[in-house]
C-alpha cells in the first residue's frame, strides 16, 4: 500500500522521439517564396498568407480524416489533393500534381532552427534519439543524413499518420525498441 506522499517510481526515460517539421526545422520563413512559384503574378504577402493558411487548414483536416477512417495515403497525394482544393479556391492557376512535388522539395531543402542541432546533442548525451515525422520520405532526406539519429520513422515507411485513432505509428515505435 501507497502511503499518500509515495509515488510509484517510474521506468527511466530511454527515448525521445522528436518531429522534424516546425521543430526542428523552419518551414515557415521560406513560405512566401514558395507561394509566389504558385501564384505568379497574383502573389501579394497577404494572399501568401491567406493560401498558406487556407492550405494548412485543407491539409489537417485531410490528415483528420484518414486518421479517423484509419487509412492511409501518401503525404504527396494529400498533398496534391489539398492543392487542387485551395487553386480552385483561391483561383490559382498552378498544375497540383507539380505543386506537390515543389512542396516535398521545399520541405527537403528548409534549413533547421539554429538551436536544434545543439538542444539534439544535449538529448543524444542521455537518451537515445529517434526522429517521428508524417512527411513522405523525399522530404525528410537529406534532414536525416544530416544528423545521426537512431532510427528514423515517417508516415510513408509505416503507411500511417501520427495522429492516428488507433495509435498505430506510435505503437511501431514502441515495437521497434
Same mark, same amino acid.
Given at each position: 500500500?501507497?502511503?499518500?506522499?509515495?509515488?510509484?517510481?517510474?521506468?527511466?526515460?530511454?527515448?525521445?522521439?522528436?518531429?522534424?517539421?516546425?521543430?526542428?526545422?523552419?518551414?515557415?520563413?521560406?513560405?512566401?517564396?514558395l507561394?509566389?512559384?504558385?501564384?505568379?503574378?497574383?502573389?501579394?504577402?497577404?494572399?501568401?498568407?491567406?493560401?498558406?493558411?487556407?492550405?494548412?487548414?485543407?491539409? #489537417?483536416?485531410?490528415?483528420?480524416?484518414?486518421n479517423?477512417?484509419?487509412?492511409?495515403?501518401?503525404?504527396?497525394?494529400?498533398?496534391?489533393?489539398?492543392?487542387?482544393?485551395?487553386?480552385?479556391?483561391?483561383?490559382?492557376?498552378?498544375?497540383?500534381?507539380?505543386?506537390?512535388?515543389?512542396?516535398?522539395?521545399?520541405?527537403?531543402?528548409?534549413?533547421? #532552427?539554429?538551436?536544434?542541432?545543439?538542444?539534439?546533442?544535449?538529448?543524444?548525451?542521455?537518451?537515445?534519439?529517434?526522429?517521428?515525422?508524417?512527411?513522405?520520405?523525399?522530404?525528410?532526406?537529406?534532414?536525416?543524413?544530416?544528423?545521426?539519429?537512431?532510427?528514423?520513422?515517417?508516415?510513408?515507411?509505416?503507411?500511417?499518420?501520427?495522429?492516428?485513432a488507433?495509435?498505430?505509428f506510435?505503437?511501431?515505435?514502441?515495437?521497434?525498441y
Open positions: 500500500m501507497l502511503l499518500p506522499y509515495e509515488r510509484p517510481s517510474m521506468p527511466a526515460i530511454q527515448l525521445v522521439s522528436v518531429d522534424l517539421f516546425d521543430t526542428l526545422v523552419d518551414i515557415k520563413t521560406g513560405r512566401h517564396s507561394w509566389q512559384t504558385f501564384l505568379g503574378e497574383t502573389s501579394t504577402p497577404a494572399r501568401v498568407e491567406q493560401a498558406w493558411t487556407l492550405t494548412n487548414q485543407v491539409l #489537417f483536416t485531410a490528415l483528420d480524416r484518414l479517423a477512417a484509419a487509412t492511409y495515403q501518401s503525404l504527396h497525394t494529400v498533398l496534391q489533393a489539398c492543392f487542387t482544393e485551395g487553386f480552385a479556391r483561391l483561383q490559382v492557376a498552378f498544375d497540383p500534381e507539380a505543386a506537390a512535388r515543389v512542396a516535398a522539395r521545399y520541405h527537403a531543402q528548409r534549413p533547421w #532552427f539554429p538551436d536544434a542541432v545543439p538542444w539534439l546533442e544535449g538529448v543524444r548525451r542521455r537518451y537515445r534519439l529517434c526522429l517521428a515525422s508524417d512527411a513522405d520520405e523525399a522530404m525528410v532526406g537529406e534532414h536525416v543524413r544530416r544528423y545521426p539519429f537512431d532510427r528514423c520513422f515517417t508516415s510513408e515507411h509505416l503507411q500511417v499518420y501520427k495522429g492516428d488507433q495509435n498505430r506510435f505503437g511501431a515505435i514502441v515495437r521497434h
